[in-house]
Structures are given as C-alpha cells and as structure tokens.
Nanobody
Framework: QVQLVESGGGSVQAGGSLRLSCAASGFTHSRNCLGWFRQAPGKEREGVAGIYTGGSITYYVDSVKGRFTISQDNAKNTVYLQMNSLKPEDTAIYYC??????????????????????????WGQGTQVTVSS
C-alpha cells in the first residue's frame, strides 16, 4: 500500500522560504512520478512541480520556475520542495502525489511529462502553506 506523508508547511512572510518533505513508502519499484500539487480556496488544483524518480527529471509550472526546486533523496524515499521568494499567491494547501509512468510516457521517453497535468494516483493528506504580504 502506497503512503505519502507530508511535512514542512507553515506561515511565512512574502520573500521567505519553506521546505516541504514527502516521505513515500509502499512502491513496488523505484521509477515513478512524484510531485507537488496545490489548491487555494476557490481555485482548481494545480500541478506545481514533479520529478521522475528514476532519473531526477524535473518539471515545474511556469509560475514557480526559478523560485521552487524539487529534489529527491532515494536513500530516504523522500521528495522535497524547496520554496524560495514566496509570494502571497503561493498560499494554498500543498499535496504530495505519486503515480506510475503512463504507457505513452514510457514509449516516448518523456518520463512523467504529463504528471502535472494528469495528477497522481496516490495522494498525501496535504499541508498548509500561508504567505503573508
């Protein structure tokens, strides 16, 4: 059974930093898509950052490029989201998500390229990030 446990949310002023962690367990193999999604009140869920765990290929939504960094520690089965230069519009509940590669991703070699759009099969419980101006 796959489990994702997030930690690291909190409140910070604009311009500050936070680091989110997602500890993953229960995968049958090591090559998956892991990443972070967020949902602000009244808005749709948005894919923020994803990583292909088999090769550390990363993807970001345009609004966080240059500010957020996703990384992994394979020894700890943990994925991190380092968030710098936070803005009030980054305020949301952040969810860790995971899925296997799609057949198309395997065929094309574009590992996890659609993950931020399609979402995960497995989800964490969410952690609140609040950025004040």
């Amino acid at each position: 059974q796959v489990q994702l446990v997030e930690s690291g949310g909190g409140s910070v002023q604009a311009g500050g930093s936070l680091r989110l962690s997602c500890a993953a367990s229960g995968f049958t193999h090591s090559r998956n898509c892991l990443g972070w999604f967020r949902q602000a009140p009244g808005k749709e869920r948005e894919g923020v950052a994803g990583i292909y765990t088999g090769g550390s290929i990363t993807y970001y939504v345009d609004s966080v490029k240059g500010r957020f960094t996703i990384s992994q520690d394979n020894a700890k089965n943990t994925v991190y989201l380092q968030m710098n230069s936070l803005k009030p519009e980054d305020t949301a509940i952040y969810y860790c998500a995971a899925s296997a590669l799609t057949d198309e991703e395997k065929r094309s070699g574009g590992y996890c390229y659609s993950f931020l759009r399609r979402g995960g099969l497995y989800w964490g419980q969410g952690t609140q990030v609040t950025v004040s101006s």
